[in-house]
């Protein structure tokens, strides 16, 4: 199973930055609520995450740069 960024639906306002900055279509809004598409290529960019106000998206992976 690919490791998708996650929810905490407590935190979670609708605001819909999270889609604005998706670049891969991994993340929606459907009928007011956010959706992780697990069949979407997610590119594990970190943007959503980053981009979240109330830091209600968390990604449980970790990026690892070698030269």
Known sequence: MIE????????YTGCGICVSVCTC???ILKDGKIAILETAECTWCTLCEAAC?????????EIVVEE
């Open 4 to 11: 998708m960024p996650q929810v905490d639906l407590e935190k």
């Open 25 to 27: 279509g991994a993340i």
């Open 53 to 61: 106000p109330v830091g209600a998206i968390s990604c449980p992976f």
